[in-house]
């Protein structure tokens, strides 16, 4: 067994260092209780790209951040900075910028593209035509909703399932059956992504989800076997995950916590993946709730906070759909019978029987998930435990897996 030391940690952890010279592929961060600026100088350092602050104070990126990552690609560096800051950190190579803004608006720049989406829209009318429920008869003097059209109820969606509370976001124009976005290179990339696995057969899982899978099982494959004295506890947590090789990131309130938390432990024959969740229940006795995902590649932990995992699942549920419409039908009983049922599938509620029943099994167990329905498609956003348990309770439902 080896010991930990926590200065020495500290003192491994405090610089900031950059693989190469001019311009590298790859981004370090070695900050551990320093500032954000340090942080935002080794992205500069790395990149070339000069800092540009629109409507943040530079002279504000004094506050104390844990991040430590080796090997990060230039887009992932970008990520796990915007995690750590709390600022909405965006690549302009073109302008040679390294922009940053406050989360939730637009970090200016950026440009536009438009996406054909006529075959989706094609295929949610279908749906509605055939499974889509009755409209319900309004209350007098109750105004309407206004009508919108297919392409617009998706950019609905993928405004909603692509927010990100630590990046910029996306407001949609739709112009017949056209969508439109002013956005930077990785938004765009992003939106890309969900309209062509809502186009796949099958469906399919997007690659943050893949990346955290990952990371899950790096942490999960690494044995573990180390003591700790009155050592802080984010010197354990980048103890963990250096052991895996993998990067650690705190969110600003996770790391203002942790500034002065201490803790001694020691674990033998463990995985870094069961130390990761052991340390964290040492906050959990303490009435913290740390939240962990996995940005740019890291293992990101904050406090109190929903939504940190980007990664989310594309179910093609027509079949599941067709198996529904038959099982309303064979239940259905002369019309006028006193505990009879002469409705289908649409007076059921169409795809909100399974988004419905999906929502309130995922509560049940315990895992915390964004379900959205689009038609056929049924997408879930979570962690890999949420989407692994959305998959099984799906399958419950008479959902089967794509053949290969």
């Known amino acids: 067994m080896k010991t930990f030391v926590c200065a020495s940690v500290a003192l491994a952890l405090a610089a900031v260092l950059c693989t190469a010279q001019e311009k590298p592929a ?38 104390g951040t844990v991040l430590v990552a080796t090997g990060l690609g230039r887009d992932d560096a970008s990520r796990a900075l915007a995690f750590a800051t709390g600022c909405n950190v ?57 009508e919108r059209t297919a392409a617009e109820y998706l950019a609905g969606l993928i405004e909603d399932l692509l927010y990100d509370p630590w990046g910029e976001d996306l407001t949609a124009s739709v112009v017949g059956d056209r969508i439109l976005f002013t956005t930077h290179d990785s938004s765009h990339g992003r939106v890309r992504e969900l309209l062509d696995l809502l186009m796949k057969d099958g469906g399919g899982e997007s690659s943050d989800l893949q990346r955290e899978r990952d990371v899950v099982q790096k942490l999960k494959d690494s044995p573990f076997s180390v003591a700790y004295d009155n050592t802080p ?7 963990i995950c250096v052991d895996a090789e993998v990067g650690l990131v705190l969110g600003r309130e996770m790391a203002f916590t942790c500034s002065d938390f201490h803790t001694s432990i020691a674990f033998s024959k463990k995985t870094c993946w069961d130390a990761l969740k052991t340390t964290l229940d040492i906050l959990k006795e303490e009435d913290f709730e740390p939240l962990v995902g996995v940005r740019g590649g890291c293992v ?17 549920i ?17 019309p006028g019978k006193e505990g009879g049922y002469d409705g289908d599938l649409k007076d059921a509620g169409g795809n909100f029987v399974v988004l419905d029943s999906l929502y309130d099994l995922l509560d049940a167990g315990g895992h915390e998930g964004q379900c959205f329905v689009y038609g056929t498609r049924l997408v879930v956003r979570g962690n890999v435990e949420a989407i692994d348990a959305a998959t099984e309770i799906l399958e419950q439902m008479g959902w089967e897996k794509p053949k290969d």
């Open 300 to 316: 990101a932990i904050e406090l109190d906070r929903d939504d940190i995992s980007r990664g989310y699942r594309v179910y093609d």
């Open 26 to 63: 790859t981004v370090d961060f070695r900050v551990y209780d320093g500032s954000a600026g340090e942080a935002v100088e080794a992205l500069q350092q790395a990149t070339g790209l000069k800092p540009t602050y629109n409507d943040v104070d530079a002279d504000d990126m004094s506050f």
């Open 318 to 334: 027509a079949e599941l759909l067709k198996k529904l419409a038959a099982a309303y039908q064979r239940q259905g009983t002369a």
């Open 90 to 146: 965006q690549l302009e190579p073109q302008s040679g910028i390294l922009r940053i803004a406050p989360p939730g608006e637009r970090a200016r720049g950026g440009n536009v593209k438009g996406y054909d989406v006529s075959v989706l829209a094609g295929r949610y009318v279908e749906y509605v035509n055939t499974w889509g429920a009755a409209k319900r008869r309004l209350e007098k003097d109750v105004k309407p909703e206004p």
């Open 233 to 239: 506890i984010a010197s354990v947590l980048a103890g």
